[in-house]
């Protein structure tokens, strides 16, 4: 399994993180664009880069280039892939949960 990136560890990330679960009132903001509640309670919820991190450094701290996402949503987004059995195919692991 690949390393956490250091960004994901630090003190300003783990603050930020919660900033956008705050605004986004902890749901997932694809899940409610297409007309579905998932929250903190029904899902791991995780911080998305709009713009991804590798490729767009600069918006890296940018409240609009980031977003709530359920697990489920963001694998989709990275074409990362979930199995029946819970086991999971990751093509990185770059952030870790932290509620």
Same mark, same amino acid.
């Given at each position: 399994?690949?390393? @956490?990136?250091?960004?994901? %560890?630090?003190?300003?990330?783990?603050?930020?993180?919660?900033?956008? /679960?705050?605004?986004?009132?902890? &749901?997932?903001? &694809?899940?409610?664009?297409?007309?579905? +509640?998932?929250? @903190?309670?029904? @899902?791991? +919820? &995780?911080?998305?880069?709009?713009?991804?991190?590798?490729?767009?450094? &600069?918006? @890296?701290? *940018?409240? *609009?280039? %980031?977003?709530? /996402?359920?697990?489920?949503? =963001?694998?989709?987004? =990275?074409?990362?892939?979930? !199995?029946?059995?819970?086991?999971?195919?990751?093509?990185?692991?770059?952030? !870790?949960?932290? +509620?």
């Amino acid at each position: 399994m690949k390393k @956490a990136n250091p960004f994901y %560890l630090t003190t300003e990330w783990r603050q930020k993180r919660i900033e956008i /679960l705050e605004r986004d009132h902890y &749901e997932c903001q &694809e899940c409610r664009r297409n007309g579905k +509640l998932t929250t @903190a309670y029904d @899902a791991i +919820l &995780e911080i998305d880069h709009i713009k991804e991190l590798d490729k767009y450094p &600069e918006l @890296a701290w *940018d409240n *609009d280039n %980031l977003q709530t /996402l359920c697990r489920s949503c =963001h694998n989709k987004k =990275h074409k990362r892939f979930e !199995f029946k059995d819970s086991v999971r195919k990751r093509k990185w692991d770059d952030e !870790f949960d932290i +509620l």
